[in-house]
């Protein structure tokens, strides 16, 4: 099977887990952690997807909705259907204008987004690359070879990072589109846990506290979250799952330049 095929099953995966056990979508899902373009191209897929529903989702329904389309049941056989053909096909332009407006207009009105949009986004980004399984573009047990792949690659460099204790240690990096930036993640292990951090240019965010060391442990979409930030880049780490003991991996002085 190849990209194309794989990419033309995928399309028509829904973005909630409904069509994974599908015999034809297993076959595709699962070939994708030996294919990291087209992991990262599937999940950006799926959150176009979780945005189209969501905005058609948000879409206010009329009360008297109900009884017009009774009422123009009635009307099918009365009217001929080469009569009813154009104004079915005007009614969908209209409604599939006002879905592109809805979704283009966050994008034009939004502006630079916050460090807390950056932290919800980026740990929907992860959980939807954690359901669908995914690999890492390099894998190395030292921060200075992350940072030198991760600058072959145009992305954040975490020259020099200490955001975990102990024998918590770097196994692996990859790199993550979000809004147009290129975000590095880093994959940390200590023990049976495993922690992420993600580094974006702080000039694509406002509002960031200038803050070395981070502050507290937060939960976003049921992930411990922390953050913090230096000069030109800000930090994002987060647990691999809802039960990662955060605290773990980060110190009191984290030495970040």
Known sequence: MD????QLRLSACRPHGQDNDDPLLKEALETLPQRPALMEWFAQEQEFDRKMCKCVGEVPVPDSLRSEILAAAKLTTAVPRWQRLPWLATAAAIALMGILFTLSEPAATAGTPTLAEFETEIVDI???MKNQGFGLDHVTGEIANVSAWLGTQGA???YVVKPCTK???????RTVSWRGQKVAMVCFGRGDQEAHLFVVLKEALKDTPDQLNP???ERVEG????SWSCRKYVYVMMG???ETNLDEFLVASSDLK
């Open 240 to 242: 691999d799952s809802p």
């Open 167 to 173: 024998e918590a240690r770097p196994f692996g990096c």
């Open 126 to 128: 992860f959980d939807s």
């Open 215 to 217: 502050e507290k442990v």
């Open 3 to 6: 990209d194309s095929e794989i």
């Open 156 to 158: 954040p460099k975490p």
């Open 223 to 226: 992930y411990p979250v922390a």
